[in-house]
């Protein structure tokens, strides 16, 4: 599903060039469950950036279901987010003024869903992560661990086959963060690709599949084999 | 997108700031409001002179002597050769068919006494046309006799017998203008200010006394009613060349119409009110740069929410779209204010000097919308683009690029 090869990415930091990624070449399946692990300034936010069509590489092909993103204008690009992606943030990024179920809506207001159907899916979508009985609370009434369901029910209910995930756990507490891994794990399970970003190497050994990335290249890229039964690791690392 | 969810999503966005939200609806509204108001009292000002000289009625020529080049307003150097005088006045009367009434006036500012209560009064020496040129009514007693223009009899304004008879019926009592004797045959019934003069505070009395009594030889005006307004331009001829011809061939007297007195005043005052709207658009304009501060203010702080809907798929079109809903909202309630504030305050002024109304026009009105409109429009461009072309990645960790 998403095919990368000899990807690079240079920043301008004053004047200075900075390549946070060299030559990253990586191809991942439908279904499959990475995490990328690497230290802080490893690379790994900006592939997961790239991989969201957030950014665009320096040099390099970025193939996503097929097709070559570098030919695509903001417009079909936005399009991909809006309908392929769905992202989980460490900070979970919740309007703060809109309901759970608002912010669950949102995708769809801007994709133009009707607001009848836009309503029963952000209820079905709610329903998925468990929050029904919180959806008509603002994100100040709710726990981070509520916050982040919240935000998985957002980011899902488009249906994306793509859900990329930076540090989904990063600020939680353990109790609330194992909720979510199994939620998003759970969705894996079901058909979903899931790329998580981690520095924590608890949650990114729970992948069938583990990038490291260190100083923007690519330093490991192992399946556990032994862990689970999909078929997606060894497709992808075929 | 679906329209009515920009404009929900953008109500949604100024309901979380009340107080931003009202100070820059404020804002706008002041600007409005100030230009229906000060429209308002320039268009009143327009109405309230035109009102005046359509009392005088629209059939008048107004005979001044002395000649300049401007035309349409009181001559500004007076060049005066011949005396218009009552000589002159029976001339046009007898030649010039078109002529219904015409009435000669002589003016001067004298003391009037009554025993010893004395006051400065304007005394105007005429005849009785006067009487029907003006439309005068009668509080009680007669005006000047027909035919009269030599007399010790005089005509007094409401005022003027307020003060000098106090409780007390004035018809025929004796009262003296400067050392001369007169005996009030008529009080004239309040009328107020009636083209820049207070006829309830004069004394008329018959025009030759007056020339005599202030020692002119010359007219100061004379009112000329013709008789159908069609032949209005044919008797300015007329009167002209009558004119001419008695004062040696020489062209020395200024001929004012109505109309053209009324369209130089409704030029001024167009200019006025123009001007007072312009004054105004300033405010609004004001106003304008505040919203763009506060739309600054808002992608700024808003900067994660911009990243995100970019995540969840927005284009940058949508976002500028979501930013120009929040300013043009903005600005057209805040016009929406100003106009309820503009026509309330104006109805207040209304209510305390009832003679001078203030009307902003319709078109005013309809204007201040629409202005604000486009000045939310104008002004929330900028902050709406800055926040569509924010990077989406930084944007995601707040930081502006």
Known sequence: MIELAGIHRTFEVGGQPVRALRDVTLRIAGGEYVSIMGASGSGKSTLLNLLGCLDRPSAGSYRFGGEETAAMGELELSNLRRHRIGFVFQFFHLVPRLTAAGNVELPMVFAGVPPAERRERAAQALARVGLTPRAEHRPSQLSGGEQQRVAIARAVVMRPSLLLADEPTGNLDSASGREIVDLIEGMNAEGLTLVVVTHDPLLGVRARRQVRLADGVVVADETAGARGTASGAERGSA | ?401
Request: glycine letters at 12%; one cysteine or more; hydrophobic letters at 50%.
């Open chain 2, 1 to 401: 997108m679906r329209f009515a969810d920009l404009f929900q999503f953008a109500a949604g966005g100024l309901r979380g700031h009340r107080l931003r939200t009202s100070l820059s609806v404020l804002g706008v509204g002041i600007g409005v409001a100030s230009v229906i108001l000060l429209t308002g009292l320039g268009e009143g000002a327009r109405e309230y002179v035109t009102g005046e000289f359509a009392s005088l009625g629209s059939n008048l020529l107004i005979l001044i002597p002395g000649k300049t080049e401007t035309r349409g307003l009181a001559p500004l150097i007076s060049v005066a050769p011949h005396d218009l005088t009552l000589r002159d006045v029976d001339a046009l009367r007898e030649r010039v068919p078109g002529i219904s009434r015409i009435a000669p006036v002589a003016f001067g500012t004298a003391t009037v006494k009554v025993g010893e209560r004395g006051r400065q009064v304007l005394v105007v020496g005429t005849t009785r046309e006067m009487l029907e040129i003006r439309h005068l009514q009668m509080a009680t007693g007669r005006f000047l006799p027909r035919d009269v223009r030599d007399a010790p009899l005089c005509v007094i304004g409401a005022r003027v017998q307020r003060e000098l008879f106090p409780g007390v019926n004035p018809l025929g009592q004796i009262v003296r203008v400067g050392e001369w004797r007169f005996r009030v045959i008529g009080v004239i019934a309040p009328r107020g200010v009636s083209v820049g003069m207070d006829l309830d505070e004069v004394v008329e009395i018959p025009v030759e006394t007056a020339l005599r009594l202030f020692n002119r030889s010359s007219l100061f005006r004379v009112l000329v009613e013709v008789r159908s307004h069609t032949a209005l331009p044919e008797v300015e001829r007329a009167v002209i060349d009558v004119l001419r011809e008695r004062h040696a061939g020489q062209e020395d007297v200024t001929v004012l119409t109505q109309n053209a007195v009324l369209s130089t005043f409704n030029q001024i005052l167009g200019v006025l009110t123009a001007a007072l709207a312009g004054i105004a658009a300033i405010s609004l304009g004001v106003a304008g740069l505040g919203i763009m501060n506060v739309m600054l203010v808002s992608v700024s702080e808003r900067t994660h929410e911009i990243g995100l809907l970019r995540a969840v798929g927005a284009t940058a079109r949508q976002v500028v779209g979501v930013f120009l809903v929040e300013a043009v909202l903005l600005s057209t309630l805040g016009g929406c204010v100003g106009v309820l504030t503009g026509l309330g305050v104006g109805q207040v002024l209304e209510r305390i000097y009832p003679d001078f109304p203030v009307h902003a026009p319709a078109w005013a009105i309809l204007a201040a919308i629409v202005v604000s409109g486009s000045v939310g429009l104008l002004f929330g461009m900028l902050p709406a683009r800055q926040a569509a072309r924010l990077d989406p990645v930084q944007a995601l960790v707040g930081r502006q690029t």
